[in-house]
């Protein structure tokens, strides 16, 4: 099957080999290197598509498909599939990445934890330790089986109970007895609220690399400058 347009939406960090195979699939491509300013934005982008292939930071609202009548496949270039959530179409199909980065990601998490506890005035060690893991997927468990090397207890808290070492606990009690906690839930899921701030006392770290809002800034605000609290993120909160 060839693709009469394909259209990258937004920045999906394509290199070159990469742009060959794709404009392969199809007779015409466009690439945008930026995320739609608006609705009407994204239906002037892609109306005429047949395929568009997407990352985590665009959305597809109902309403675009209106106006998109040849669209046959949309690529989300992640693991979520929330920038599509409102796409009920059988004459679309969707697909996206199934599991995606979590050993590279694990390993960022543990670079900064000794990092961060080396570079202190009393350097202290992980083992011993006990690790919080909130959200048990694919990175989540990558993580835990990390930690489990340094010697650390590891508890989690899940949707759902799974087949672990780690030992299963409600989110607040998980808080209360770890030492770390670290967030790899989906993206924008809001998994902390200004009473769980509460309860990551001093001393505790927290460790949030997740994609989009795991909790309101001004909660988060209010915790990190408070007394000496730590968190490690790969993203600043945007006020």
Known sequence: MKFKKIIALDNIELHDESIGKIKSLGEE????????????????????????????????KKEVLTHCKNLKYIGLVCTTKNGVKEIDNDKIS??????????????YVFYQLLKHIREQDKPTELFNKTLGVIGF??????????????????????????ETFAKFKNKEDLIQESDIITLHTPQNVKVLDK????????????????????YEDNDFLEWINKNENVVIMDACPST
């Open 29 to 60: 491509f466009i690439g945008f290197d930026s995320v739609s300013k608006s609705t009407q934005d994204t239906i002037n982008r892609i109306k005429d598509a047949d395929c568009v292939l997407m990352s985590f930071r665009s959305e597809i």
């Open 94 to 107: 969707i697909t996206n990445i199934f599991d995606y980065c979590e050993d590279g990601t694990a390993e």
């Open 137 to 162: 997927g694919a990175v989540g468990k990558t993580v835990a089986n990390i930690a489990k090397g340094f010697g650390m207890k590891v508890l989690y808290n899940n949707i759902e109970k799974v």
């Open 195 to 214: 009473n769980d701030f509460n309860l990551i006392t001093e001393g505790k770290i927290l460790v949030n690399i997740t994609l989009g809002a795991a």
